[in-house]
């Protein structure tokens, strides 16, 4: 089976710093591209970023550039998010998902998707 689990969520104060991990299993990781996105309370599932198969091409949603950072180790099977300088409006539930070729932002070309883990940030 494909599955894949969010972990490293959790509290954390303004301006400082959290790492996400997603563990996948089940798949050919190391061909799938794999995209970060997240949704607040109220707003809409957005694009955070995004990184192909081996590792060479990243895409950032325009609100996290120069702050976030996707990586993965296809040894592990495992892609992370660094996030550092939070603010407020980092505030979301995070979700790792798993496309196919390209490391594209747009929801609809990711097949899988983890449960979420909750990230909230204080002042």
């Known amino acids: 089976q494909v599955q894949l689990v969010e972990s490293g969520g959790g509290l954390v104060q303004a301006g400082g710093s959290l790492r996400l991990s997603c563990a996948a299993s089940?798949?050919?990781?190391?061909?799938?591209?794999m995209g970060w996105f997240r949704q607040a309370p109220g707003k809409d599932r957005n694009f955070v970023a995004s990184?192909?198969?081996?590792?060479?091409?990243?895409n950032y949603g325009d609100s996290v550039k120069g702050r976030f950072i996707i990586s993965r180790d296809n040894a592990k099977n495992t892609v992370y998010l660094q996030m550092n300088s939070l603010k407020l409006e980092d505030t979301a539930v995070y979700y790792c998902?798993?496309?196919?070729?390209?490391?594209?932002?747009?929801?609809?070309?990711?097949?899988?998707w983890g449960q979420g883990t909750q990230v909230t940030v204080s002042s």
């Open positions: 990184i192909s198969g081996n590792g060479l091409s990243t």
């Open positions: 998902a798993a496309g196919g070729v390209f490391p594209v932002a747009s929801a609809n070309f990711y097949a899988y």
């Open positions: 089940g798949r050919d990781f190391s061909s799938s591209a």
